[in-house]
RNA sequence: GCCCCGGUAGUGUAGUGGCCUAUCAUACAGGCCUGUCGAGCCUGUGACAUGGGUUCAAAUCCCGUCCGGGGCGCCA
């Protein structure tokens, strides 16, 4: 007999044979019946069974957490709390788990994150768990459509490269064979390469890596971004290419996931395009408004940002940064060159995304270099695209973790990540 | 990198110098219970991160080490 699915069973007529497997959640064992709670990706099912003998002494050998088969007939008629369940008529141990477990599944004490991501593979067993994990997957696929359908393509670039993006942050190396190489911590140059080869628009989901020494609740030293890039485009444009995708990603959620809302007790909303825009020297005005003294090009602490974000309910849009805090690819504002076509999105004091439109004339570019202090040389087959026809482009760089903890209220990136790596952890 | 804080059974905790052969919950083991559903009841097993020091006496105070948490800087 197939195996069926615990979400499935609800759809059988009363009456029908099954076999389900799944993790044994928990045995309630009393004089003449016993309850096996099963437990499978889908859902939650009870199995009962008489106390014969035999089956009786089978069932008080299982340890929880244990896989476990169960045949038997659905009883739609049954008197448990959700209206139906399993009446066994057999149960056998496929793979049998170890008991105690390293970390409670169901019990009502909530063990530290540590503990919990030290066994990451029972913690996920965790309904509200999982279900972050599951929105994640389903915001993504959000964006993702949204940009195949703005004729976007998905690409690939390294991660293993010779030269930093932004010169900056700090790379995590690695050796190549008899040569120096480095993580990449951003896409950036390549996918600027890839509108000099005319691809017009492209987007790639994958790991940045970040060597930086950083302990907060919002960074990992290795994260997903969902980067774009976009020809004959300027930095409104991928703004409300921005603001779209996230709002096709968030409506997607909503669509697909309820029952992991529901697990995490949260709902949320789709939020109103287009997102509120305040540009940098106005955040300034603010500041100082409230007594802060805040000096033209320094960039804003979390502090700050809470007192910005406090004016906005959820995400909005830092623009027109200062040249001085902003990578040298970005493009400059024209009528102040001491400003940029840039823009960050926020929510709360939490940034999500950083953006701009590019730099795209080499000579500028160049000039760039040497501001910044940069050496030319081991950006060569960057700067080379540029030389040959670059189109006019814009992009940005969304974190997938940082989205995902914004959106669901979760107060540490390590939630929304499987397995994170931070200053000090790399296994699991 | 700088600053603050913490490490007690599998898990989460109480404990601030003697009342600690260390509290409670849950897990685990055994038993009881005619349908449980956060099952209930009884019995039991199980821990002071590590090395040194202070003291008549240390889980408790001091120092080192290891491990962890948080804030800042930087960033997605």
């Known amino acids: 007999m197939p195996r069926t699915y615990i979400g499935a069973l609800r759809g059988f007529d009363d009456g029908t044979d099954v076999v389900i497997y799944g993790w044994l959640q928990e045995a309630r064992i009393m004089k003449n019946v016993s309850f096996l709670i099963l437990r499978d990706n889908t859902g939650i099912i009870q199995a009962t069974f008489k106390n014969d003998e035999a089956t009786l002494e089978t069932i008080k050998r299982i340890n929880r957490e244990s896989i476990v088969k169960v045949q038997g ?36 004490v909530q063990a530290d994150l540590e503990t919990r991501l030290n066994s990451r593979f029972i913690d996920l067993r965790k309904r509200n768990v999982s279900a972050i994990f599951r929105i994640e997957s389903s915001l993504l696929w959000g964006i993702r459509e949204y940009l195949h359908g703005q004729n976007f393509i998905e690409v690939h670039t390294p991660k293993i490269v010779a030269a930093a993006t932004e010169g900056g942050a700090d790379l995590f190396p690695v050796r190549y064979f008899e040569k120096d190489a480095y993580l990449n911590q951003s896409p950036q140059l390549y996918k600027e390469v890839l509108m000099s080869a005319g691809f017009d628009r492209v987007f790639e989901v994958g790991p ?5 020494e950083h302990n907060t609740t919002r960074h990992l030293n290795e994260f997903t971004s969902i980067d774009i890039e976009m020809s004959f485009a300027d930095h409104n444009d991928a703004m409300s290419m921005l603001e779209n ?4 990603g968030v409506e997607n959620a909503i669509r697909t996931n309820n029952d ?7 709902s949320i909303s789709v939020p109103e395009t287009p997102f509120p825009r305040i540009t940098y020297e106005k955040c300034i005005e603010l500041l100082s408004s409230e007594g802060i003294d805040f000096k033209f090009g320094d960039d804003f602490s979390p ?8 004016r906005f309910k959820g995400f909005y849009f830092i623009t027109e940064w200062p040249a001085s805090v902003r990578p040298f690819y970005t493009m400059p504002k024209q009528d102040d060159p001491k400003l940029t076509n840039s823009f960050d999105l926020q929510y709360r004091e939490i940034e999500v995304t950083s953006g701009a439109q590019r730099v ?16 030319v040389k081991s950006f060569q087959f960057y700067i080379d695209a540029f030389k040959y026809g670059m189109p ?3 992009g940005w760089g969304l974190g997938l973790e940082r989205l995902t903890m914004i959106l669901l209220g979760l107060n540490n990136i390590r939630e929304t990540t499987l397995f994170p790596r931070d200053r000090t952890r790399i296994v699991p």
Request: proline share 8%.
């Open 392 to 394: 006019p482009h814009a």
């Open 303 to 310: 502090d700050h940002l809470r007192m910005i974000g406090s």
């Open 245 to 248: 995708a996230i709002k096709s």
């Open 73 to 108: 007939v659905i009883n739609k008629k049954s008197v448990s709390k959700s209206g139906i369940e399993i009446k066994g008529t057999s149960v056998s141990v496929v793979n049998e788990a170890e008991a105690p477990l390293p970390l409670p599944v169901i019990d009502p």
């Open 208 to 212: 940045a890596f970040r060597a930086e």
């Open 360 to 375: 795209h004339d080499p000579k500028m570019l160049v000039e760039r270099f040497r501001e910044k202090k940069l050496d």
């Open 260 to 266: 992991d809302f529901e697990a995490l007790g949260i």
